[in-house]
């Protein structure tokens, strides 16, 4: 089956412009993770949904950055006036598990989306 | 905030050399994972640990979980080329409410 994908794959974006990514998710799979990973660095987590309500947005570095989720399914994470620190990988993960800890099941990764603000 | 720790940050070998990695922090975590991250692409999940002391093997790798539940060590035997990328360590804290990635170590075996 299909896996995680996430669109666009490479995104350039002037400062101060906004911009969308996209995560479809493992059908079926009920939790949903944002991530974003700067270069030479782990993975950092942003927000978590579960079906359509975001349970967790306590990474959100900033109130630019949005995510929603709103059939469940798809994804989209959004950042206002982009800054340049905000340069990074952005990896969306989807599971099966439906509550309790986080980590109790596999969590599968999309490519990401590289986003550079120049 | 709980931090996990990864060493060493580089590490070039010899294909057939064995090595070993580790994760480190001064919380304790309920679970840990290892992941596998090759470039362009997104973590893949190799091991879920979850008692203190508990040792995995996959295949040439095996992964512990130390018994204060607070450190974890990834061992390579023969090493392959296959073996390259960058392998991350992602720890959840007791109340399953926050979990974090390491650093990453990022290997290279060398035909």
């Known amino acids: 089956g299909a896996g995680v994908s996430q669109s666009p794959r490479y995104k350039v974006a002037k400062r101060g412009q906004d911009v969308a990514l996209r995560c479809d998710p493992i059908?079926?799979?009920?939790?949903l993770f944002w991530y974003q990973q700067a270069l030479g660095q782990g993975p950092e987590f942003l927000t978590y949904?579960?079906?359509?309500?975001?349970?967790?947005k306590s990474g959100l570095p900033s109130d630019r950055f949005f995510a929603e989720r709103p059939e469940g399914s798809v994804s989209t994470l959004k950042i206002q006036r982009t800054q340049q620190e905000d340069s990074a990988v952005y990896l969306c993960?989807?599971?099966?598990?439906?509550?309790?800890?986080?980590?109790?099941?596999?969590?599968?990764f999309g490519p990401g989306t590289r986003l550079l603000v120049l | 905030t709980q931090l996990l720790e990864q060493s060493p940050q580089f590490l070039s070998i010899q294909e057939g050399e064995n090595l070993t990695v580790y994760c480190n922090s001064s919380s304790v975590f309920s679970s840990l994972q290892w992941y596998r991250q090759e470039p362009g692409e997104g973590p893949v999940l190799l091991v879920t640990v979850v008692t203190g002391g508990e040792v995995k093997k996959l295949k040439r790798l095996t992964f512990q979980f130390g018994d204060a539940r607070k450190d974890s060590s990834l061992h390579i035997t023969a090493a392959q080329p296959g073996d390259t990328g960058l392998y991350l360590c992602?720890?959840?804290?007791?109340?399953?409410?926050?979990?974090?990635f390491g650093p990453g170590t990022r290997l290279s075996v060398l035909p």
């Open positions: 949904f579960q079906n359509e309500a975001q349970l967790d």
């Open positions: 059908s079926g799979h009920v939790s």
């Open positions: 993960a989807s599971s099966s598990f439906s509550g309790g800890a986080k980590l109790q099941e596999t969590q599968y």
């Open positions: 992602a720890g959840e804290d007791n109340y399953g409410q926050n979990f974090v």
